[in-house]
């Protein structure tokens, strides 16, 4: 008896599951096949204003299903799903002035870039110029508030990228990494209706968390230099200490 209950519970359970997860999976097939028409799409487009990379990119039907599978991946992960970011990353390939095919990544970034504009923002260049114009001018103002930002959002982003950059001594390729970060966690809250505020003064972060292992060698190495300097004074010191030893002696 038990065992029949518990068989059935177990259908049930599994029965359950199977149609929690269908809407999710017919959700994910649906973006799956918009995401795949606009890549028909799209590689029907570059094909007439790319025309020499077909040859050498595209050289076979098996090269162009291949070459779409990755399109349709890297489209999917970074969002691109509409045709508005399309037309928007179409613009930016007819101005490139380049004879080569664009890659995945950097199709994706002329769709965001006209994304970023829609909502006020800077592209990532834009953003990294802006904080290295901050770099060089910000002596010039008594504090960051009163340095002239064009909004808001410029503010937060540049002030924060200037401190994570001194902090962790980011390399030129690094510090884009973190504009284009700043720049898609920004565009979310302004899409969400969020105002964005005005600047405030902010207490500068001195502390970047580390791990142990690091502060643990400094300790190490500090150990190490005072040991160093006591064993090579240590004969000097004993010598004089002895030699006023004896001055002191009665009779001396």
């Known amino acids: 008896m038990n065992s029949s209950f518990s068989a059935k519970s177990n259908r049930n359970a599994s029965a359950r599951s199977v149609t ?5 999976r017919s959700a994910e097939r649906g973006v799956h096949k918009a995401v795949e028409q606009l890549v028909d799409i799209l590689f029907s487009n570059l094909r007439q204003l790319f025309p020499a990379s077909v040859s050498t990119a595209l050289k076979t039907p098996r090269d162009e299903a291949a070459a779409k599978r990755q399109w349709i991946a890297a489209f999917v992960e970074n969002s691109i799903t509409s045709k508005q970011q399309l037309s928007a990353g ?12 664009p890659s995945p990544g950097e199709f994706i970034q002329w769709c965001k ?4 504009s829609a909502v ?20 010039l103002y008594e ?9 808001n959002a410029d503010y937060w ?39 964005i505020p005005a600047p405030r003064v902010q207490l500068e972060k001195f502390y970047v968390p580390v791990s142990n292992e690091k502060p643990l060698n400094h300790v190490a190495h ?24 004896s001055r002191s002696r009665p009779g001396r």
């Open 157 to 195: 982003m540049v002030t924060g990228l200037y401190s994570t950059m001194r902090a962790q001594g980011l390399t030129e390729q690094e510090l884009r990494v973190k504009c284009r970060g700043e720049l898609g966690k920004m565009a979310v809250r302004i899409r969400s209706g969020e105002q």
């Open 120 to 139: 006020g923002l800077p592209d990532e260049d834009e953003l990294y110029d802006m904080v290295m114009k901050y770099c060089a001018r910000r002596g």
């Open 222 to 245: 500090l150990k190490a230099l005072i040991k160093s300097k006591r064993s090579s004074s240590w004969p000097k010191w004993h010598s004089s200490f002895r030699r006023l030893r």
């Open 143 to 151: 504090t960051p508030e009163k340095y002239p930002w064009k909004t």
């Open 90 to 101: 179409m613009k930016r390939a007819r101005a490139s002035g380049s004879p080569f095919w």
């Open 20 to 24: 929690a997860g269908c809407p999710s």
């Open 113 to 116: 870039r006209d994304d970023y």
